[in-house]
């Protein structure tokens, strides 16, 4: 083999392997925008998710509070209905006992009367007696 034989070897090897890098280099950029853009793909879909998932949380916050609220209005309602239930029943038996006592002061002034008669009497036939 010749000079000029092993030269062009060597220059078809230095060429052969400047392609070769080339290629590569060329399929190593490619490959590393495709997943470059692959990636912010996955985090614009990503952020999709976590703005639906946050307004979901939202809206289920608002419906829980909604019910909550509601809950507490009922009981505060039935709450509300057994005090006046309770006042009711407290005005109905005050007013049976008001109406009680005026009956027993009635009686007895009825009964006071009648021991005064009685005492009138007694004293009207006392009188008769010692009269006689």
């Known amino acids: 083999m010749d000079m000029s034989t092993v030269a062009s070897l060597l220059a078809g090897l230095g060429v052969g392997a400047f392609g070769l890098f080339a ?5 190593g950029q490619k ?5 470059e853009k692959e990636a912010e793909k996955i985090i614009q879909r990503a ?3 976590v703005a639906k998932i946050e307004k979901d ?5 608002k419906d829980f509070e909604i019910r909550a609220r ?8 039935k709450e509300k209905q057994k005090i006046q239930n309770v ?6 038996r005050e007013s049976k006992l008001e109406r009680e006592i005026k009956r027993r002061e009635e009686q007895l002034g009825q009964k006071a009367k009648e021991l005064d008669e009685g005492a009138e009497r007694a004293q009207v036939t006392e ?5 006689m």
């Open 57 to 61: 949380a939202s809206q289920r916050a």
């Open 70 to 77: 509601k809950n507490v209005e009922v009981e505060l309602r």
């Open 47 to 49: 952020k999709g998710q």
């Open 127 to 131: 009188t008769r007696l010692q009269d």
């Open 87 to 92: 006042e009711i029943q407290l005005k109905e």
């Open 23 to 27: 290629v590569l280099k060329l399929t």
């Open 31 to 35: 490959t590393l925008l495709s997943a």
